[in-house]
């Protein structure tokens, strides 16, 4: 079965270079991955299936950004658990302050 979707640019770029990076063939990548997809939709439930990309409302981001001022330092147990995830939410920020990305939360689920 061939299935013909249309993806955006920014996933075509993802799928071109991680097929690049690994050596893979795109045929087995997207086979691979919605498998995966698949198997997860099927196995965990819904509400822990966090979708790759967030939007939020100019309120809400508004209401997250004053979230993550009033949050202290993590401790140091999360830090060693979670560094990607600390990573991320570190980037993202850094990225709204400089007027980036307003309005759309990306890459901040682990």
């Known amino acids: 079965m061939q299935i013909s979707p249309v993806v955006s640019e920014e996933t075509q770029r993802l799928l071109d270079m991680t097929v690049q990076k690994r050596g893979l063939k795109k045929g087995f990548l997207i086979e691979t991955a919605l498998r995966h997809y698949l198997v997860a939709l099927n196995t965990i439930p819904g509400d822990f299936i966090v979708p790759p990309v967030l939007s939020v409302s100019a309120e809400g981001w508004g209401v997250l950004m004053q979230s993550l001022e009033d949050v202290g330092e993590p401790a140091p147990a999360l830090t060693s658990l ?16 400089h007027g980036f990305a307003r309005g759309s939360l990306r890459w901040i689920s682990c």
């Open 82 to 97: 979670m560094p990607r995830c600390l990573k991320y939410a570190c980037y993202a920020r850094r990225m709204t302050d």
